[in-house]
């Protein structure tokens, strides 16, 4: 007998009917024996509604009365599984983030989960019954609800996983876990069957959307077994765990790609210690996330710096770079909407050398220039044009081996020996 | 500077644009010196969308999760005037009913409140803000969440006034205040400054639906004073609270009717001691509300039984009349729904002889047939033939000199020297 916490998001709990599905699902996992903990998000359309309701009576809601609003998108979901679960003749029982004792820092929109307290949760499994809780919400230790901002859910789902001491959590999604590539990018992209944390939060921060980044972190934290797989059957999915050695095999794990930043340079600033320090000061200050940055070698005294942030971000990051234009005496600066950055994450490739410059010769064959690099110990990044985003990422996907019927990898010599899945 | 809770139910937050007209209501109110708490239910189509909801997954679902399910549409409502008065530029907190302390029974669907904590509400009005509560909402001493069933928010409200000692607790409503009866039905009826706790709670029990029994109950055990007003002006309503010597001057307070009400008579029972009991033990085994009772002189050593109930719990009445019926080897049963209850409230009365008299005789002038009589000291109700019964109260409301243009009660000399308004 195991214990499981599976999550849902609001497309599988869109609908009444998606609603019993999964009842139906919680009730066949919990008839295997295992104890079976839920933890769902709002219904697909509800957030979208109340976030309308808040605009049409106050354009700039507090985020205490945000938090207020939204965490009653999920209170109705958990009542409703409770009550299909019911239906089917089972027992469950549902508990809000606060009721659960999850509790979270006081930053409304976006709080941390500090702790979750398992033991109301295991005493209503101890008497048989499935458990239902609502993700994104906690409460402050002083009683205030919050809200835990973007992947909320997953991260719930994760926190309780760990609060609760269960062997997995499941977390159910459109698709049918970690691939290679985008498939809609990448027809040959695969599968991949397990993961490592590091490789996973990599791939997560640098493009791939099936898992968001804080869930994944709290996991690799608390030592949490996840199970990314489809809401929509049973197959097997994608485990994400500590690395080992059956994973470190492979070099690469996927090929990303984004094209939700830009990139923007500042012109002509002197080349003088500071300098660089006082423009990220500033785009911080104008709360710019800031993603890759270069700076050019200097010529006669000035230089260029480029980095990209999200375009979301974009509004602020214009109104700094104009400050920052004139305060530093700089000549002008300029925005590249039409950038995307792509990267290749692996944990084998700490040890395998000649991955970037396999990477940069295979762009380079396939007539695609690179605008910006950047590098961790088991990922590297290159800014290119949006145009040619999908010829990169199929090209580098083949030239490290990762195309669906490859069965070894076809790493170059300098790349050292490799080996597909 | 007083202290001021202010109900709003669900067709004045109904939608956004209403919302705000509350927020500017308490803005205002507030702005006299007052410090300001609003007690608000679920926006009007709400809850109605919630049940139907929970239809859709489950036939019968477990009250623990309906009330976990409907206690989101009061929280959707504060979050929303919360916002709507901070984009007025003042500043307002929201609390659920189990944020702010207000402790119930575990009774799901029909809690009862045991406490109301008003340290919260008081620290967050002690810090200039307009507090905004949940009405129909609380917390089992253990963490449940349960609402309080109908007409939980006028409760709510008053259960807040007594917690935080509010100097009034204004109810405001889609009517000017309490009549003398319905002005539908009597064009002629007034408005009433003010009327005792006793007086209110016969009004309500008999008929007058401005204001629910629970929250007159709560008021005068708590000694809360209750103005009961309309949420379109500004005009003064109706003070409810202690009796004193102003209002015991009328001898009438109201004319009220209820045609919710059917009559059901077993026929030919054995007149033994304990039919009645088994009667109405059988009545109260199906859960069925009995009013009004009468039991006819015995001929034979047989009786007819005949009792008034909800004409929503009929179902349930007519199985159980029929298993008595079996039971005592009665005749038969019958249901009458065609009836009406017609009642005379005042705390006047108690020291005015003559008033049922002069009560009975004005029906009959009118042409009305009386069929069932039941008393208390404050009240006197028939029940009679429903399509009679604007003519009956019209004629009450004339006779006892409660019309419009009254200056002085019209009371009969055998019916004690009486005062109008």
Not at 32 to 51: Q, R
Not at 163 to 190: F, M, N, Q
Request: hydrophobic share 45%; charged share 25%; proline share 3%.
């Amino acid at each position: 007998m195991a214990r499981v916490v599976q999550k849902y998001g609001g497309t599988s709990v869109g609908t009444p009917d998606r609603i019993r599905a999964v009842a139906r699902r919680l009730i066949a996992r919990k008839a295997l024996g295992d104890d079976v903990v839920a933890v769902v998000s709002a219904m697909g359309h509800v957030t979208d509604e109340l976030v309308e309701l808040a605009s049409a009576v106050c354009t700039d809601p507090p985020d205490r009365e945000m938090d207020m609003l939204l965490s009653t998108g999920e209170q109705v979901s958990i009542a409703l599984l409770a009550m299909a679960i019911h239906a089917e003749g089972e027992d469950a029982v549902s508990f809000t983030g606060p009721q659960v004792g999850i509790v979270t820092d006081p930053v409304h929109g976006k709080a941390k989960i500090q702790e979750v307290r398992g033991d109301r949760i295991l005493e209503a499994l101890g008497q048989g019954r499935i458990v239902i809780v609502a993700g994104f919400q906690g409460v402050t230790p002083d009683g205030q609800i919050t809200t835990l901002g973007r992947g909320g859910s997953d991260t719930t789902a994760v926190a309780v996983a760990a609060g609760i001491d269960a062997a997995v959590c499941e977390i159910y999604t459109d698709v049918d876990g970690v691939y290679t590539a985008d498939p809609r990018l990448v027809p040959a992209a695969r599968k991949l069957d397990a993961i490592g944390y590091e490789a996973m939060l990599e791939m997560a921060a640098s493009g791939a959307g099936v898992l968001q980044l804080r869930s994944v972190e709290f996991a690799r934290n608390h030592g949490v077994v996840i199970h990314c797989r489809s809401s929509f059957n049973d197959s097997p999915g994608t485990i994400v765990r500590e690395a080992d050695a059956t994973m470190e095999q492979a070099i690469i794990s996927g090929v990303t790609h984004d094209t939700s930043e830009a990139k923007l340079t500042i012109r002509d600033v002197p080349d003088r210690p500071g300098v660089a320090a006082l423009v990220f000061t500033r785009m911080a200050e104008a709360n710019v996330n800031v993603d890759m940055i270069i700076q050019n070698v200097s010529e006669d005294g000035r230089t260029d710096i480029s980095f990209t942030a999200p375009k979301t971000d974009l509004v602020r990051a214009r109104k700094a770079a104009q400050d920052v234009v004139t305060e530093l005496e700089a000549r002008t600066w300029s925005v590249d909407e039409g950038v995307a950055k792509i990267s290749l994450v692996g944990a084998g490739m700490k040890t395998h050398p000649g991955v970037a410059a396999q990477m940069f010769s295979t762009l380079a064959d396939a007539g695609v220039n690179i605008d910006m690099i950047s590098t961790s110990s088991i990922r590297i990044s290159c800014v290119i044009e949006a145009e040619k985003v999908g010829t990169a990422v199929r090209a580098l996907h083949t030239s490290f081996g990762l195309d669906d019927d490859a069965v070894t990898a076809e790493v170059s010599p300098g790349a050292g020996e490799g080996a597909g899945k």
